[in-house]
């Protein structure tokens, strides 16, 4: 679920189809988080706006507490405290940390029952993370009997609204006919979207489908890498490490002098992977030629004036580095 201000965006898919494993997970999404506090007077005047009824106080009261913010330690049961009265004055953010409070049982019993509850509510005063926490008690059946008519449709509400874990898992859905008419389009369509929309599940699954060839998608290292790359940026570190491992193999991409050969015919007719691949091949010390970051640059050069944008990136990565690879 999803909880202002705390945890990292959880409930990770992961791709299950060949060789990817798709899986979707209870947990849940955080909110943004309370800027750091320093001063305890500043909690104190907070304190009393909460105590004369400021709905956004309370929470953020709650979320002082909750993540032990400024001088203040962490102590659950205030922040159940200040969620739960923001929560009674429709604050949504409100309803949704006190849900993932109860839904996580962190310093408190835990109570998926009472989680549904408030994420419903969260959901119903315009939350759309509780919307989307809703989704996934309804999918596992946590605090409830399960219903994927109501995740996918939760699922679906907050994707259009932007939401990319709820298309990352409606794509799972798709993908795996749960609920869903099989779509791989649909499911590929999705994964897209939610990586567009910062969801790294979505950007990892891209990055398995590329790098095995699954879901009726063709092999392509470059494609995977960048997915894997974004996924990589938004702190998915299954992507980071899939990413260093690309990173290795690219040289066993061009494996022979022939295939050197073919390369180079290829470059020369304007083909801007095959450029690209040379660059990589000359940027990295390896046993078929010297390293040779001059032919690397200008390889790169060319493959970036043809479109192809990681190499673009590689020429900025080198400038950043002190022109060094």
Request: aromatic share 10%.
């Amino acid at each position: 679920m999803v909880k202002m201000g705390s945890k990292p965006a959880i409930f990770t898919t992961i791709v299950v189809l060949g060789l990817i494993i798709f899986a979707i997970q209870s947990d849940k999404i955080p909110t943004n988080a309370l800027p750091t506090l320093i001063d305890s007077k500043y909690i104190s005047f907070y304190k009393k706006a909460c105590e004369l009824n400021d709905a956004e106080a309370c929470n953020d009261l709650g979320q002082i507490y909750d993540l032990g913010k400024g001088d203040e330690r962490v102590d659950y049961e205030e922040a159940l405290i200040y969620y739960g009265r923001a929560c009674n004055l429709d604050n949504a953010t409100g309803c949704n940390n006190l849900a993932y409070l109860y839904n996580t049982g962190q310093g408190i019993e835990k109570h998926n029952g009472y989680a549904l509850r408030y994420y419903k509510r969260a959901c119903d005063l315009g939350d759309l993370e509780g919307c989307y926490n809703l989704g996934a008690m309804y999918y596992h059946g946590e605090g409830t009997r399960p219903s994927k008519y109501k995740a996918t449709k939760l699922f679906r509400k907050v994707c259009d609204k932007g939401v990319g874990a709820g298309c990352n898992d409606l794509a799972y859905m798709y993908a795996h006919g749960i609920h869903l008419r099989r779509d791989l389009f649909e499911a590929i369509s999705l994964y897209n979207d939610a990586c567009q929309y910062g969801e790294a599940s979505g950007c990892n699954n891209l990055g398995n489908m590329y790098e095995t060839g699954s879901l009726g998608v063709a092999k392509d290292k470059i494609k995977a890498e960048q997915f894997f790359d974004k996924a990589c940026k938004l702190n998915d570190v299954e992507s980071c490490k899939k990413l260093g491992y690309v990173l290795d193999q690219k040289i066993q991409t061009i494996q022979f002098k022939s295939d050197i050969d073919v390369a180079h015919r290829a470059c020369q007719h304007d083909n801007g992977i095959s450029c690209y691949k040379l660059g990589e091949l000359y940027a990295m010390p390896n046993k078929l030629v010297p390293k040779d970051e001059d032919k690397a640059i200008l390889f790169f050069n060319k493959a970036c004036d043809l479109g192809q944008s990681q190499s673009c990136r590689r020429i900025g990565d080198f400038h950043r580095n002190g022109n060094s690879f």
